[in-house]
């Protein structure tokens, strides 16, 4: 009899195992449909925006197959970022019209109240990789005194957006201190939206955040001219500008053999000057350029001569 009732208990596990393992593979093998037809979506809305974009269609032309795809707001707004991040000088009537079609701006502006911190830096700057209306921009202004650096800077590149004619403006009058990166981002911005504008003002302007982005542009570009105006900042006031001015002389290959760039390399401390020799091996300044800043400096002969420098420099 306790037999009779083992084989039943074991027939009734091994029968719950198997259905607990048929479906597993069920749900393994819809989860897969799901995302292939997900994939193909989203394959065909990029190549109807596209179409939309290069051709200079009409919006209301194409009807988005995006009804059916999970969140599917936040995944066009990430195409049309993406799209616009890779692709220049794209039609902006035709970009704006698929923006309040689907009405992308106030679906991101509600995002950007709802959440904090980091997140609502990345809805930011999600705002500010769409053609925007001064009406929603306008609503974006009070996030420039936010506590979070993030999150001001993002607010910072949506008003640039929205009002390119004020750049100079907004970056003067920027609290922060750009750091490297934002300088950068702030100089992508402009070379995707196509907005003219002179190095030689930036660099001379009396206000950090406008040289910055000068400094940006000259390293970009590879701006030789710019040499002497580079030295002066080498020779000024400010040791922040001073030291970034001297990566960008090297980024250069111009000679450093000037009073302003010894006295800045002095001031470095021994990290900094281990860290400055490392770079200036990796563009390969050969001893006698340097020997002027550095003397007979041993750490950076053994530089020149590791096999670390030849694979930098090929």
Not at 20 to 29: E, S
Not at 232 to 253: K, S
Request: hydrophobic content about 50%.
């Amino acid at each position: 009899m306790m037999v009779r009732y083992g084989y039943i208990l074991y027939i009734a596990v091994m029968g719950c195992w198997l259905v607990g393992l048929l479906r597993r593979v069920v749900l393994v093998w819809l989860a897969r449909r799901r995302r292939g037809y997900v994939q193909a979506c989203y394959r065909r809305v990029v190549r109807q925006l596209m179409v939309l974009l290069l051709e200079e269609r009409v919006p209301e032309e194409i009807a988005l197959p995006i009804g059916r795809l999970p969140r599917w707001r936040e995944a066009l707004v990430d195409m049309l970022c993406r799209i616009g991040t890779a692709v220049y000088a794209l039609p902006m009537t035709t970009w704006r019209g698929v923006v309040c079609r689907y009405g992308l701006e106030r679906w991101l502006l509600g995002r950007i109240r709802r959440t904090r911190g980091v997140r609502r830096a990345g809805y930011l700057k999600q705002l500010a990789d769409l053609p925007m209306s001064r009406t929603i921009a306008a609503e974006v202004v009070r996030y420039r005194a936010d506590k979070c650096q993030q999150v001001r800077f993002c607010a910072l590149l949506v008003g640039l957006v929205a009002e390119p004619a004020e750049l100079l403006r907004l970056v003067a009058t920027y609290e922060a201190r750009l750091t490297m990166s934002e300088a950068a981002e702030v100089l992508h911005l402009l070379r995707r939206r196509l907005v003219p504008i002179a190095y030689r003002p930036l660099l001379e302007s009396p206000y950090a955040n406008l040289r910055c982005v000068g400094l940006a542009i000259v390293a970009q570009f590879g701006i030789e001219e710019a040499e002497d105006a580079l030295l002066t900042m080498v020779a000024g006031e400010d040791a922040e500008l001073a030291r970034r001015a001297l990566w960008v002389l090297v980024v250069l290959r111009a000679p450093l053999r000037h009073r302003a760039v010894r006295q800045c390399v002095r001031c470095f401390s021994p990290q900094e000057r281990q860290r400055w020799m490392r770079y200036l091996a990796g563009e390969g300044y050969a001893m006698g350029q340097v020997r002027w800043l550095f003397g007979e400096e041993v750490y950076y002969g053994a530089l020149i001569g590791s096999y670390k420098r030849s694979l930098v420099c090929g």
